[in-house]
C-alpha cells in the first residue's frame, strides 16, 4: 500500500518556557517560515512518545507534555516544499530549563534561526499555517482556563463567604445566648438565697415546693444549654481562670492557735494561704468558655 495513498499523521509542540513564551524555528520545509516543532509518528510509537522523540532531535531539548489541544490539517498547502496531505495532532509542551540551549537540527531548521516569542507576537509573524492553528487553540485553550480559574476563585470565595456567614451566625447566636443566660442567673441566685433562708418547720409547705420546682425548671435551661456550674468548695487553690477574688483575708502566724496546721515558726502554713475560704455566689461555664467566674473570699 503505497503512503501516498494516505495522509501522514504529524505531531506538533508548542513549546512554551516559565516565561509563557512559546519557541519558534525557521523551517527549511515551509520556506523559512516560523513552525513549532515536530514530526512523523514511528510505527508502534505512541503519540506523546513521537513529540517527546521530534523534539529532542530538532532542538536537543526535553520537554514535558503538558496537554493535547487537538487536531489540524493541511491539504497540499503551497507553502510546503511538497505535495503533502498532512493531520496535526497538537500538544503543548513545558520546557523550564536554558533558553539558549537550543540545539537546532540543521537539516530541518536554518541555523540558530529560533526565537521566544508571546502568542500575540507569533501571530503577526511570518509563521506556517499549521502553527498558526496550534496558536490559536492555544490561546482559546487558555481563554478558557482563564474563565474557569475565575469561576473557580469565585466558587471559592462564595464558600468562604459562607464560612464567614456561618460563624458570624454561630457567633451571634452564643452571644445572644450568653447575653440571655446572664440574666438568667441572678433570678437563680435569688431562688437559692431565698432557700436557705425558709425556716425547718416551712419546708414541706406547697409554696417551698413550687419555688424549689421553679428554681429546678432554670436549673434544667442551663443544662440544656451546656451551662453548668464551676465546682468549687472550701479550701481549694485559688485559680484565677475560673475565680474572682472579691475579699482576700490576711492572716498573720499566731502561736496560740490549734486548729491551722503549723508551721515550724508556729505560725500557719504556707500551703494554707491562697485558698478559698468562702464561695460567695457560684460561678458558671457554657462549653469550655467561663461566662460569670466563682465570687470567693481568699485566704
Given at each position: 500500500?503505497?503512503?501516498?495513498?494516505?495522509?501522514?499523521?504529524?505531531?506538533?509542540?508548542?513549546?512554551?518556557?516559565?516565561?509563557?513564551?512559546?519557541?519558534?524555528?525557521?523551517?527549511r520545509k515551509w520556506h523559512g517560515k516560523y513552525?513549532?516543532?515536530?514530526?512523523?509518528?514511528?510505527?508502534?510509537?505512541?503519540?506523546?512518545?513521537?513529540?517527546?522523540?521530534?523534539?529532542?532531535?530538532?532542538?536537543?531539548?526535553?520537554?514535558?507534555?503538558?496537554?493535547?489541544?487537538?487536531?489540524?490539517?493541511?491539504?497540499?498547502h503551497k507553502d510546503f516544499h511538497q505535495k503533502?496531505?498532512?493531520?496535526?495532532?497538537?500538544?503543548?509542551?513545558?520546557?523550564?530549563?536554558?533558553?539558549?540551549?537550543?540545539?537546532?537540527?540543521?537539516?530541518?531548521?536554518?541555523?540558530?534561526?529560533?526565537?521566544?516569542?508571546?502568542?500575540?507576537?507569533?501571530?503577526?509573524?511570518?509563521?506556517?499555517?499549521?502553527?498558526?492553528?496550534?496558536?490559536?487553540?492555544?490561546?482559546?485553550?487558555?481563554?478558557?482556563?482563564?474563565?474557569?480559574?475565575?469561576?473557580?476563585?469565585?466558587?471559592?470565595?462564595?464558600?468562604?463567604?459562607?464560612?464567614?456567614?456561618?460563624?458570624?451566625?454561630?457567633?451571634?447566636?452564643?452571644?445572644?445566648?450568653?447575653?440571655?443566660?446572664?440574666?438568667?442567673?441572678?433570678?437563680?441566685?435569688?431562688?437559692?438565697?431565698?432557700?436557705?433562708?425558709?425556716?425547718?418547720?416551712?419546708?414541706?409547705?406547697?409554696?417551698?415546693?413550687?419555688?424549689?420546682?421553679?428554681?429546678?425548671?432554670?436549673?434544667?435551661?442551663?443544662?440544656?444549654?451546656?451551662?453548668?456550674?464551676?465546682?468549687?468548695?472550701?479550701?481549694?487553690?485559688?485559680?484565677?481562670?475560673?475565680?474572682?477574688?472579691?475579699?482576700?483575708?490576711?492572716?498573720?502566724?499566731?502561736?496560740?492557735?490549734?486548729?491551722?496546721?503549723?508551721?515550724?515558726?508556729?505560725?500557719?502554713?504556707?500551703?494554707?494561704?491562697?485558698?478559698?475560704?468562702?464561695?460567695?455566689?457560684?460561678?458558671?461555664?457554657?462549653?469550655?468558655?467561663?461566662?460569670?467566674?466563682?465570687?470567693?473570699?481568699?485566704?
Open positions: 500500500m503505497k503512503k501516498s495513498e494516505f495522509p501522514e499523521v504529524i505531531v506538533g509542540g508548542l513549546i512554551l518556557n516559565q516565561d509563557n513564551l512559546m519557541l519558534l524555528g525557521k523551517s513552525t513549532v516543532f515536530g514530526g512523523h509518528v514511528e510505527l508502534g510509537e505512541s503519540l506523546k512518545e513521537a513529540i517527546k522523540r521530534e523534539v529532542k532531535e530538532e532542538t536537543g531539548l526535553n520537554v514535558e507534555i503538558e496537554k493535547k489541544i487537538g487536531f489540524s490539517d493541511s491539504v497540499f503533502k496531505h498532512f493531520i496535526f495532532v497538537d500538544f503543548i509542551c513545558r520546557y523550564d530549563g536554558d533558553k539558549d540551549a537550543i540545539k537546532l537540527d540543521e537539516k530541518e531548521y536554518l541555523a540558530d534561526e529560533y526565537i521566544w516569542v508571546d502568542p500575540e507576537g507569533a501571530l503577526k509573524m511570518d509563521i506556517a499555517v499549521g502553527t498558526k492553528d496550534i496558536i490559536n487553540r492555544y490561546l482559546e485553550e487558555k481563554k478558557k482556563d482563564d474563565y474557569l480559574s475565575g469561576w473557580q476563585r469565585c466558587l471559592a470565595d462564595f464558600e468562604n463567604y459562607k464560612k464567614r456567614q456561618l460563624e458570624s451566625q454561630r457567633f451571634l447566636g452564643n452571644h445572644i445566648k450568653e447575653d440571655l443566660i446572664l440574666q438568667i442567673l441572678p433570678v437563680i441566685d435569688n431562688f437559692e438565697a431565698s432557700l436557705v433562708h425558709i425556716p425547718t418547720d416551712k419546708k414541706d409547705d406547697g409554696w417551698v415546693t413550687g419555688i424549689m420546682y421553679i428554681q429546678k425548671q432554670l436549673e434544667n435551661i442551663l443544662k440544656e444549654n451546656n451551662v453548668l456550674a464551676i465546682e468549687t468548695k472550701v479550701g481549694d487553690e485559688f485559680n484565677p481562670e475560673i475565680h474572682e477574688a472579691v475579699q482576700k483575708e490576711e492572716e498573720k502566724a499566731k502561736t496560740n492557735e490549734i486548729d491551722p496546721v503549723k508551721s515550724p515558726q508556729g505560725g500557719v502554713a504556707e500551703s494554707e494561704f491562697n485558698r478559698v475560704k468562702e464561695v460567695v455566689q457560684k460561678g458558671y461555664k457554657m462549653g469550655d468558655k467561663i461566662i460569670r467566674a466563682v465570687r470567693v473570699i481568699v485566704k
